[in-house]
């Protein structure tokens, strides 16, 4: 396993460099994107632009490391009678390799003393990284001061759309509650007119008849207000039918008014007295059973508390 490792990490090491190096170039040629330092100052990118190349020197160092120590460790193992079965890191600080036996060994791990000095030789061996010269740090920063500046333009052209894009749907919405307002105005003053309240009773007394309507109660305000007052258990009906029945009638009888956003619809049941008046407890006549006089029958029979009447 160990030569192994030593090589792939070797090889992920020197992918990362060679990604980095077409990041730096991607920077000259204006094909890397510059949206992390957009509006970085000079001396920022300055920062920023040594920091890639140091980063960029490291990983070449890492490579030349892990290449060295690979080509020892696969050297050794070569001249073994059986595979490596080393699965544990190899400690270079110290004299002589420190890995337990691994299983199924018939003694520690083969790296001796002397496979462990040349292993610390070939790592020492590797130059340190060194900083950056400051030409390739000014042109790097340079070009990315060039990039930065296209996205910045790039940038307050889209800010500037965005907020224009802004601006036109506050107009469209302020266009829209203006027409409301209007609509709403010419709702209110049809709704004041005695037309309106003679067609509305006379439709609403036909179309509610079976279902307990009492009257009605036009209110003209900010938006005009049709009160429809009835009694019984009809509160469904009227809500999820009737409604939008008398709502498309109103549409079509008084266009271009009456548009359903002009004017709104409630529904107020009224309630009976359980009694009759009278003097004293108990006093007066009893009220007349709903359930009786709707449906013709009543759980409670001869012994109901309300008067029975078709």
Known sequence: KGPRLVVAAAEVAAEAKATLRRYINGVFDRTSSGFMWSYASKEEIRQQAKHLLLEEALLGESVALLEAAGRVWTSKSKNMSKPCKIST????????????????????????????????????????????????VEALASA??????????????????????????????????????????????????????????????????????????????????????????????????????????????????????SFSIFFDRMKEPRYGKGNGKGGGEAAVCFKFRDFGFCRFGASCRFRHEV
């Open 89 to 136: 890191v190899h400690r270079t600080g110290v004299l002589g390799c420190l890995c337990p036996r691994a299983p199924g060994a018939d003694v520690d791990c083969r790296f001796g003393p002397k496979d462990m000095a040349a292993l610390r030789a070939a790592v020492a061996s590797v130059p340190a990284a060194s900083v950056a010269d400051g030409a390739s």
């Open 144 to 261: 990315m001061w060039d990039v930065a500046q296209a996205e910045r333009i790039v940038l307050e052209q889209e800010e500037r759309e965005a907020e224009q894009a802004r601006l036109r749907k506050r107009a469209e919405r302020e266009a829209e509650q203006q027409a409301l307002m209007l609509l709403r105005a010419e709702t209110a003053k049809q709704a004041q007119t005695p037309e309106f309240h003679a067609w509305v009773t006379q439709y609403l007394a036909e179309a509610l008849a079976d279902y307990g309507y009492l009257g009605v109660d036009v209110r003209a305000c900010s938006t005009t207000e049709i009160v429809i007052k009835y009694r019984g258990q009809h509160g469904q009906f009227l809500n999820q039918v009737f409604q939008a029945q008398f709502k498309a009638e109103l549409a079509r009888r008084f266009a271009p008014n009456f548009k359903p956003k």
